[in-house]
């Protein structure tokens, strides 16, 4: 079947679910006018009320579905966006409005820059698409951030390829029509009562159907769009786009996870702008391979089963085999997209305002390093606190000496929050060389009901790796509270602290000797007696 026939079929099975709505108010309209002239007496009048109660809630839920589908792509607010208009942002609409030159299509009416790693152009349904209705454009500065201004217009073309003449105009009118369908079926499910949900079940079935048979054209549509955006913005581009994409949309996850959230914990925020805008610092410190490695601990979603968008290897490997661009060679141009904004601090500053809640808008702000320094304590006091406590309770139970009041009231303030009356490392120390680790404290330490079960040395290679994160939190306080441990904000790796070079060297080894089977604090203790000021990053 070609595409012509094949986006005919899809316009009529749409014209059906038009069609399944007009049958069923038809039916309800004929079960009415039965019901109240022939087949009820008038001894039985409630089996009439009854009835037009049911038929005038379906018709009511039948109704609410055409409106959905007929106001599906209406414009409306966009919240969580910036509107940019062609004098604020001349360079980047000049952009936008060749790339609609190129594809044949007017330019948006609006232009909208969001907080994700994508592009999109919608349009204002008007018989989905048969008549032209408003266009916004909406462009995720995280995007902007990653691509090149080249393989920023080749996503501008296949964004406005979509709306191009393909093959027939009913290619497009599938593609509304599948977006219009969703719209439907999102507002069937949202119905409250029974009797939405019944009618939203046909609905769906429907839905299913339609998708099914219309995911060729859709497909047909992405892949077009993609030759489209080759031959405006050229094949090694368009190429190039397609790969970074998915490695963007990894980085800018994992940002949002490892950086912008970084204070989450702490009732805190980076600096103004700096919410989404230190994406470029990630991106300026991570280049290549080091990219890419971090959307490779990201899984993307799995596609949708109704995905109009084939497999991006598909993609990229059509685009490979399209021919050589016939253009003159050009050096390749590395300006990011990004350079096509005026004034781009207040753009992402603007973008937070439009994205944070009013809550998260009123937090406290603090630069970088000190919210590199700020979560690393307090990742530090949550890694020491549970051996602190355990040893505290340690002690306690141990007591000999009536004349430790120091020992006596730290171990009975265990465990009720007190941080300064808890042990000190040393202290600490002092229990293991008093053989009170394995005997004791070990277990004291928090540990799943399974692992209460080990003994011997599974119970202390269970527990042991626990002990040292506790040891080495306390560590990271003392030389953060001397002076001698620096923040680091580490765009290229974790953020954490710069500890003098000689911890990073023997912290290690020594903390493995102090929770060996046969404890030996000795090399601890002389790392704490001889700190250096050279510093060394360790990740906090």
């Known amino acids: 079947m070609t595409f012509r026939l094949r986006a005919v079929r899809a316009f009529a099975l749409l014209l059906g ?161 599948r977006e219009a369908l969703m719209h439907t079926v999102e507002a069937f499910q949202q119905g409250s009562t029974q009797l939405h949900q019944a009618i939203g079940a046909l609905y769906v079935g429907y839905a299913r159907m339609y998708l099914r048979t219309t995911q060729s054209v859709a497909r047909h549509q992405e892949l077009a769009a993609d030759r489209m955006a080759a031959r405006y913005a050229g094949r090694e581009a368009t190429a190039a786009a397609l790969r970074t994409i998915p490695v963007l949309d990894g980085a800018y996850t994992h940002y949002l996870e490892t950086y912008a959230a970084i204070g989450g914990s702490l009732g805190v925020l980076p600096p103004v702008g700096e919410v989404h805008g230190g994406f470029r610092r990630l991106l300026a410190a991570r280049t290549g391979e080091r990219l890419a490695a971090l959307s490779a601990g990201h899984r993307p979603p799995r596609p949708h089963k109704y995905d109009s968008h084939p497999p991006m290897a598909e993609r990229i490997a059509l685009i490979d085999k399209l021919p050589a661009d016939d253009r003159p060679d050009q050096p390749a141009d ?79 303030t265990a465990g009720e929050g007190a941080d300064d009356l808890l042990p000190t490392l040393e202290e600490i120390l002092d229990a293991f060389d008093r053989s009170l680790l394995w005997m004791e404290i070990a277990d004291r330490m928090p540990k799943p009901d399974q692992a209460a079960r080990l003994f011997g040395s599974s119970a202390r290679n269970f527990i042991r790796p626990r002990i040292f994160d506790g040891l080495a939190g306390m560590v990271h306080l003392r030389l953060a509270a001397s002076g001698h441990a620096k923040p680091d904000i580490a765009w290229s790796g974790q953020p954490g602290l710069i500890l003098p070079e000689s911890w990073e060297k023997g912290m290690d080894d020594a903390i493995d000797a102090a929770v060996a089977d046969t404890p030996d604090t000795a090399p601890l203790r002389a790392l704490l007696a001889t700190p250096t000021a050279t510093p060394s990053r360790v990740p906090a």
Do not use: K
């Open 17 to 177: 679910f038009f069609l399944i709505g007009v049958v069923l108010l038809s039916a309800m309209a004929v079960l009415d006018w039965l019901v109240l002239t022939r087949l009820v007496t008038a001894r039985a009048a409630w089996v009439e009320g009854a009835v037009l109660t049911v038929t005038v809630l379906l018709a009511a839920a039948i109704l609410r579905g055409f409106f959905a589908f007929l106001r599906a792509g209406r414009s409306g607010p966009v919240p969580h966006a910036v509107a940019v208009t062609p004098m604020e942002q001349p360079e980047l609409w000049e952009q936008v409005r060749a790339a609609a030159e190129a594809t044949g299509q007017r330019p948006p009416d609006e232009l909208y820059l969001v907080a994700e790693v994508n592009a999109a152009v919608t349009e204002q349904s008007r018989l989905l698409g048969l008549r032209p209705g408003r266009r916004r454009m909406f462009l995720g500065l995280p995007l902007l951030a990653g691509l090149t201004v080249r393989q920023l217009r080749a996503v501008l073309a296949h964004e406005f390829g979509h709306y191009g003449n393909l093959d027939t105009r009913l290619g497009g009118l599938t593609m509304r029509g």
């Open 334 to 412: 590395e300006t990011v997209g990004l350079s096509l904004l005026h004034d781009s601090d207040r753009v992402f500053a603007a973008l937070e305002a439009c994205t944070l809640s009013p809550d998260a808008a009123g937090l406290r702000r603090m630069s970088w390093d000190d919210l590199a320094m700020a979560r690393a304590i307090t990742d530090a006091e949550g890694w020491s606190r549970p051996l602190r406590v355990a040893v505290a309770r340690a002690l306690r139970s141990s007591a000999h000496d009536a004349g430790d009041t120091v020992t006596r009231r730290q171990a009975a």
